[in-house]
Nanobody
Framework: QVQLVESGGGLVQAGGSLRLSCAAS????????MGWFRQSPGKEREFVAA????????RYADSVKGRFTISRDSVKNTVILQMNTLKPEDTAVYYC??????????????????WGQGTQVTVSS
């Protein structure tokens, strides 16, 4: 059974940092682009960051550029989202996702075939 499990969410004050981790099991995702999305109550799921399957290309939403960094460890089959200088508007459930093998690192949720259950991030002002 393929699973993506996020961890590292929590409550943090504005200006603080959190490190989200996404662990894959059931298969390896070394050939898959990986992404992070988030969703706040009453809002659509939105793109946060993505990384190519080789790991050399990254893309970010404008709202997180310069504050968030996505990386991957193919040996550990994990993807990391380092979030710095957090703002209250970053509050959301964060989801890890895996795209199709050898696909592009997309900012479109429908391009991702596998999803985790999400981890809550709450940033207090």
């Amino acid at each position: 059974q393929v699973q993506l499990v996020e961890s590292g969410g929590g409550l943090v004050q504005a200006g603080g940092s959190l490190r989200l981790s996404c662990a894959a099991s059931g298969r390896t995702f070394t050939s898959n682009p990986m992404g992070w999305f988030r969703q706040s109550p009453g809002k659509e799921r939105e793109f946060v960051a993505a990384i190519s399957y080789i790991g050399g290309r990254r893309r970010y939403a404008d709202s997180v550029k310069g504050r968030f960094t996505i990386s991957r460890d193919s040996v550990k089959n994990t993807v990391i989202l380092q979030m710095n200088t957090l703002k209250p508007e970053d509050t959301a459930v964060y989801y890890c996702a895996a795209g199709e093998s050898y696909g592009l690192e997309s900012d479109v949720a429908s391009r991702y075939a596998y999803w985790g259950q999400g981890t809550q991030v709450t940033v207090s002002s």
